[in-house]
Nanobody, 117 residues
């Protein structure tokens, strides 16, 4: 059974930083690229960042480029999202997933990030 457990969210002031973690299980983690998504209240889920299976290639949505860094640890089946210079518009529930997990509807509980003074 594919599972994701996201953690590391919280309340942070504008300009602050957080690092999110995701523990993945139920599939051969090192074979797949991984993704971070987010969903803000009243909005559709948005793809934020991707990372290749070996961690050498990354992509970011324009709004987070230069502020967020995605990374992974294949030995631990973990994917991370380092978030810097946070803005109120980054407030959302953040989820990790991979292509097949999205296709088949597997989602974790997510982790809430709130950026507010």
């Amino acid at each position: 059974q594919v599972q994701f457990v996201e953690s590391g969210g919280g309340l942070v002031q504008p300009g602050g930083s957080l690092t999110l973690s995701c523990a993945a299980s139920g599939f051969t983690f090192s074979n797949y690229g991984m993704r971070w998504y987010r969903q803000a209240p009243g909005k559709e889920r948005e793809l934020v960042a991707t990372i290749g299976s070996f961690g050498s290639s990354t992509t970011y949505v324009y709004s987070v480029k230069g502020r967020f860094i995605i990374s992974r640890d294949n030995a631990r089946n973990m994917v991370y999202l380092e978030m810097n210079s946070l803005k109120p518009e980054d407030t959302a529930v953040y989820y990790c997933n991979f292509e097949l997990g999205v296709r088949d509807g597997y989602w974790g509980q997510g982790t809430q990030v709130t950026v507010s003074s």
